[in-house]
Antibody, heavy 121, light 109 residues
Framework: QVTLKESGPVLVKPTETLTLTCTVS??????????VSWIRQPPGKALEWLAH???????SYSTSLKSRLTISKDTSKSQVVLTMTNMDPVDTATYYC?????????????WGQGTLVTVSS | SYVLTQPPSVSVAPGKTARITCGGN??????VHWYQQKPGQAPVLVIY???DRPSGIPERFAGSNSGNTATLTISRVEAGDEADYYC????????????FGGGTKLTVL
């Protein structure tokens, strides 16, 4: 059974750095046909892709947020970590980690439950 | 960057057919994936690679993609289909970048 679970702070202050951890089970990071992605969704708004990381350790980032994001994985712990610097109230959102299926294209076949992060002083 | 355009809302009566479009420049040359999101829940994949259905998704859900428009078609709409629907593509012209459409709220009248 594939599961993904996000963990991290529920509240961060403006200018702080957010660190979110995704702990996965039921699949291997070494599987070349899979990866992990982070998606966020501000309250009442659309999904926004942030970043993803593949088994090869290749990483991709949203163009608009690239300067603020870092994604990494710890295979031994089955975890993927996303950091976002210089948080702002507009970054308030539910953050999802998800499993990517990779082929000629790529899509998400499993989602975590999401974690709501509020940015406020 | 690549842009996907969805209508903000679509309304349909129960038992009828709903069509949700996703527009993009030459989107027919890309693979389109669709997600359903009900209030307070994480999204769920309903269509991948334009028209494939994951196991557990009813046959009432179908997808097509040609030219500048991809379409998610839901036949015999039920009250339980009321949700937000998002299309997604991988923009291969960029570095493995993903794009989501703005989402469509499906209302069952």
């Amino acid at each position: 059974q594939v599961t993904l679970k996000e963990s991290g702070p529920v509240l961060v202050k403006p200018t702080e750095t957010l660190t979110l951890t995704c702990t996965v089970s039921g699949f291997s990071f070494s599987n070349a046909r899979m990866g992990v992605s982070w998606i966020r969704q501000p309250p009442g708004k659309a999904l926004e892709w942030l970043a993803h990381i593949f088994s090869s350790d290749k990483k991709s980032y949203s163009t608009s947020l690239k300067s603020r994001l870092t994604i990494s994985k710890d295979t031994s712990k089955s975890q993927v970590v996303l950091t976002m610097t210089n948080m702002d109230p507009v970054d308030t959102a539910t953050y999802y980690c998800s499993r990517i299926r990779v082929g000629s294209s790529s899509f998400i076949d499993y989602w975590g439950q999401g974690t709501l992060v509020t940015v406020s002083s | 960057s690549y842009v996907l355009t969805q209508p903000p809302s679509v309304s349909v009566a129960p038992g009828k057919t709903a069509r949700i479009t996703c527009g993009g420049n030459n989107i027919g040359s890309k693979s389109v994936h669709w997600y359903q999101q009900k209030p307070g829940q994480a999204p769920v994949l309903v269509i991948y690679y334009d028209s494939d259905r994951p196991s557990g998704i009813p046959e009432r859900f179908a997808g097509s993609n040609s030219g500048n428009t991809a379409t998610l078609t839901i036949s015999r709409v039920e009250a339980g289909d009321e949700a937000d629907y998002y299309c997604q593509v991988w923009d291969s012209s960029s570095d493995h970048l993903w794009v989501f459409g703005g989402g469509t709220k499906l209302t069952v009248l």
